[in-house]
């Protein structure tokens, strides 16, 4: 790591301890995620054995269920952990997924401008008008429900934003001195996009893939709610939100817990996003 890049890192999180609301955001989110890691490990319980004699029990510390149990006796503590283990999973990767798509695609777009500019910005716009839910529901009816549509779903709609986003600040760094002097010296477009516009870039597309993560994870509570997504044993939050709004009144806890855990990660990753935009960008403050 040179000397530039080191110091930049450092200034960055230089002004990130120094927002209060990030660092509890982020204290917060990695108390989750440690903890959707380790409670399934050490759990006497697991997430898919039904217990007949335990059906809606409330929260309680007898017996090491402190979340209660849900309509088939499962611990729920267990079972909000796995179900942040898989949100956060597919928000990581679908993010991950977007955000290399989008990145290639806006980038050759802005870079190369003319007739291919045109062409990939309106193929850009016919996805757009592509509704969310009746795609989905095709993926569903040609290729059967699977944990991998999930991905595949989100992702093929998720990286339009990202793509315009890119496209746009690469027009801009397209008239800079450094990439007229690539230029001249006959770097091709795949090498100057990969050295010299993607560096430039990774700024603006860490801070949207951040705020990316959050939006593709209510995506993904989304589709479980209408029972699209993720399919029973395992769950995620949207699964469990699903499945708590029956027992809203009865049972209020089976709904609160896991929609309580949902809305600190999005808030956190929000949070994280904003804070994480100032410090690359401290003239936007």
Same mark, same amino acid.
């Given at each position: 790591?040179?000397?530039?890049?080191?110091?930049?890192?450092?200034?960055?999180?230089?002004?990130?301890?120094?927002?209060? !609301?990030? =660092?509890?955001? !982020?204290? @917060?989110?990695? /108390?989750?995620?440690?903890?959707?890691? *380790?409670?399934?490990?050490?759990?006497?319980? #697991?997430?898919? %054995?039904?217990?007949? %004699?335990?059906? /809606?029990?409330?929260? %309680?510390?007898?017996?090491?269920? +402190?979340?209660?149990?849900?309509?088939?006796?499962?611990?729920?503590?267990?079972?909000? =952990?796995?179900?942040?283990?898989?949100?956060?999973?597919?928000?990581?990767?679908?993010?991950?997924?977007?955000?290399?798509?989008? &990145?290639?695609?806006?980038?050759?777009?802005?870079?190369?401008?003319?007739?291919?500019?045109?062409? @990939?910005?309106?193929?850009?716009? +016919?996805?757009?008008?592509?509704?969310?839910?009746?795609?989905?529901?095709?993926?569903?009816? &040609?290729?059967?429900?699977?944990?991998?549509?999930? $991905?595949?779903?989100?992702?093929?709609?998720?990286?339009?934003? &990202?793509?315009?986003?890119?496209?746009?600040?690469?027009?801009? !760094?397209?008239?800079?001195?450094?990439?007229?002097?690539?230029?001249? !010296?006959?770097?091709?477009?795949?090498? @100057?996009?990969?050295?010299?516009?993607?560096?430039?870039?990774?700024?603006?597309?860490?801070?949207?893939? %951040?705020?990316?993560?959050?939006?593709?994870?209510? $995506?993904?509570?989304? *589709?479980? $709610?209408?029972?699209?997504? +993720?399919?029973?044993?395992?769950?995620?939050?949207?699964?469990? &939100?699903?499945?708590?709004?029956?027992? @809203?009144?009865?049972?209020?806890?089976?709904?609160?817990?896991?929609?309580?855990?949902?809305?600190?990660?999005?808030?956190?990753?929000?949070?994280?996003?904003?804070?994480?935009?100032?410090?690359? #960008?401290?003239?936007?403050?």
């Amino acid at each position: 790591m040179n000397a530039p890049a080191r110091g930049q890192r450092t200034s960055v999180w230089r002004i990130l301890r120094a927002q209060p !609301l990030t =660092m509890a955001a !982020l204290a @917060m989110l990695s /108390f989750i995620v440690a903890a959707a890691i *380790l409670v399934p490990l050490l759990s006497p319980y #697991d997430y898919a %054995t039904p217990q007949w %004699t335990r059906i /809606f029990t409330p929260p %309680t510390l007898r017996g090491g269920q +402190v979340f209660g149990t849900d309509g088939l006796g499962r611990d729920l503590l267990v079972r909000v =952990m796995w179900g942040c283990r898989v949100s956060l999973s597919v928000g990581a990767a679908a993010s991950l997924v977007s955000v290399c798509i989008g &990145v290639l695609w806006g980038a050759t777009a802005g870079y190369r401008g003319g007739k291919l500019d045109a062409w @990939m910005m309106r193929t850009v716009d +016919v996805l757009y008008s592509v509704p969310f839910i009746p795609f989905v529901i095709v993926l569903t009816v &040609v290729f059967g429900r699977h944990f991998l549509l999930v $991905f595949v779903a989100i992702g093929a709609v998720s990286w339009l934003d &990202v793509a315009r986003v890119v496209r746009g600040q690469t027009k801009s !760094l397209a008239q800079r001195e450094f990439i007229e002097a690539a230029r001249v !010296l006959g770097v091709r477009t795949p090498a @100057m996009i990969w050295r010299h516009l993607v560096p430039n870039l990774l700024g603006l597309v860490s801070v949207y893939a %951040t705020l990316t993560v959050p939006a593709i994870i209510l $995506f993904e509570a989304l *589709l479980s $709610f209408l029972g699209l997504g +993720v399919q029973a044993p395992l769950a995620s939050l949207g699964t469990l &939100v699903a499945d708590g709004a029956g027992e @809203m009144q009865a049972n209020p806890y089976v709904l609160l817990i896991p929609a309580t855990f949902l809305a600190l990660i999005i808030l956190c990753l929000n949070q994280l996003g904003d804070g994480l935009r100032d410090a690359l #960008d401290p003239r936007g403050r």
